[in-house]
């Protein structure tokens, strides 16, 4: 530690001691009582339910988001099978006034699903109070070891860990939460400007979290992920779902497994927040790399215009977009029963293989890629498109949805909020 500068230095072999002691998987748990692993070979997502600006359906637009969408995004990410947890912005509702509308955010979101949840705090005051709502989530059992939570803890890019970040690590350790770290370095700006040395400075502002973690309590989980961008030289801005996102991602996850640790990588998003060749192009690929990566959770889900904006729709679409890159990923099946010499012979030249035994059997296979939300239709006058598609299923899954939360927690949650907001208003 060189006390005049404040740098701290960790020497190569306490290093990799330290990065050791992290497990490579371990387990969370939501208000069902539900235990998932993450870094047990099965990918996860994580659900997002709001941001600063929601892509409306009908206009296409971006406007403030408000409570029908947290209800909605929350009641998508409870109904889909893959979505291991979920996180809500600190951000407000546009039909909320008043002190207490980002509270109304987050008790809208609690009310509605039964999952993990990641918990985005920016203050010890914020962390607090989940500690309190834990409490409510566990009916006033021991909050310790629930795994109830994944708490983000920040580096301030470039190098810079603050006190606060500490505390937050400090108090996450104590109640045995695991920890996400948010890395954000974005080059040319708060990193240097190469995918090399953006790469390479983020694994290292990880790292320096992860030693922190491990030093503080040996063998604590530590989910690695780190989130890069590009600045824009001309204006400033902040990109970050350009193209290079993709190598970025398989890099990241690779550096990750290098060091034996679970990894989170970002699965969706796209730079625009129009529904048009571009987003597909970005969304697709992202994913892809992503899912080829092997990393152990895929975030994001929702996520688009330039990571400001969500979209109720492309949570059902990256989701589809996942299944595509499984199926993908798994290639093709060449052995005896799949190559068929049998049915090429059977049937013979000319033949056609419509009623052939083998066609029958693999009819309601997951041979060739089939799913819903893709138009497979060949038919552009009659059948809807792969955003009316997400539209639909969204209405389908939304109509009629009853929380799982339990009642006496609901109520008490509802309580608890009326509280704060109304403390937040004196």
């Known amino acids: 530690v060189d006390e005049s500068s404040g740098v701290v230095r960790f020497p190569r072999q306490l290093l990799g001691e330290l990065i050791a002691r992290a497990p490579r998987s371990y387990r969370v748990q939501g208000v069902d009582g539900i235990s998932r692993q993450v870094g047990d070979g099965r990918q996860w997502g994580i659900g997002i339910v709001t941001d600063p600006w929601i892509i409306d359906y009908q206009t296409g637009q971006p406007r403030r988001p408000c409570s029908q969408d947290i209800?909605?995004?929350?009641?998508?990410?409870?109904?889909?099978?893959?979505?291991?947890?979920?996180?809500?912005?600190?951000?407000?509702?546009?039909?909320?006034?008043?002190?207490g509308s980002n509270l109304r955010a987050l008790e809208i979101f609690l009310l509605n699903h039964a999952k993990h949840n990641f918990?985005?705090?920016?203050?010890?005051?914020?962390?607090?109070?989940?500690?309190?709502?834990?409490?409510?989530?566990?009916?006033?059992?021991?909050?310790?070891?629930s795994r109830l939570f994944t708490v983000a803890v920040a580096s301030l890019t470039p190098l810079t860990v603050t006190g606060m970040n500490v505390e937050l690590m400090r108090t996450a350790c104590e109640y045995d939460f695991p920890i996400v770290p948010t890395v954000c370095p974005t080059a040319g700006i708060t990193s240097p400007y190469t995918m090399a040395g953006t790469l390479a400075q983020g694994h290292a502002e990880v790292l320096f979290l992860l030693a922190l973690v491990q030093l503080h309590r040996p063998g604590h989980p530590f989910l690695y992920a780190f989130g890069p961008a590009v600045g824009n030289m001309q204006n400033g801005a902040c990109l970050y779902y350009t193209l290079d996102k993709v190598m970025w991602r398989l890099a990241s996850v690779q550096l990750a497994k290098s060091c034996g640790l679970p990894v989170c990588a970002?699965?969706?998003?796209?730079?625009?927040?129009?529904?048009?060749?571009?987003?597909?192009?970005?969304?697709?690929?992202?994913?892809?790399?992503?899912?080829?990566?092997?990393?152990?959770?895929?975030?994001?889900?929702?996520?688009?215009?330039?990571?400001?904006?969500?979209?109720?729709?492309?949570m059902l679409i990256q989701d589809a977009y996942f299944e595509a890159a499984e199926h993908l990923s798994r290639g093709i099946n060449t052995d005896t029963a799949h190559l068929a010499v049998e049915a090429a012979v059977r049937v013979g030249p000319g033949g056609v293989h419509i009623t052939d035994e083998l066609t029958l059997q693999g009819l309601r296979s997951s041979e060739f890629f089939n799913h819903a939300v893709f138009d497979h239709s060949g038919d552009?006058?009659?059948?809807?498109?792969?955003?009316?598609?997400?539209?639909?299923k969204a209405a389908a899954l939304t109509d009629g949805y009853c929380s799982p939360v339990p009642p006496d927690i609901q109520e008490r949650l509802q309580r608890f909020f009326d509280d704060e907001i109304n403390g937040a208003s004196r």
């Open 71 to 99: 209800r909605r995004n929350t009641a998508i990410g409870q109904s889909l099978e893959r979505i291991l947890g979920m996180s809500c912005m600190d951000f407000p509702l546009s039909d909320v006034e008043g002190a």
């Open 119 to 145: 918990a985005y705090v920016a203050s010890t005051r914020s962390l607090d109070r989940w500690l309190r709502i834990g409490r409510i989530l566990t009916r006033g059992e021991e909050l310790r070891g």
């Open 380 to 392: 552009s006058m009659q059948s809807p498109s792969m955003f009316q598609r997400a539209h639909e």
């Open 266 to 314: 970002e699965c969706g998003g796209t730079m625009s927040h129009r529904t048009d060749n571009q987003s597909g192009a970005e969304g697709m690929l992202f994913m892809a790399a992503a899912v080829n990566s092997g990393a152990d959770a895929l975030a994001g889900f929702g996520s688009t215009y330039n990571a400001v904006g969500h979209s109720t729709e492309m």
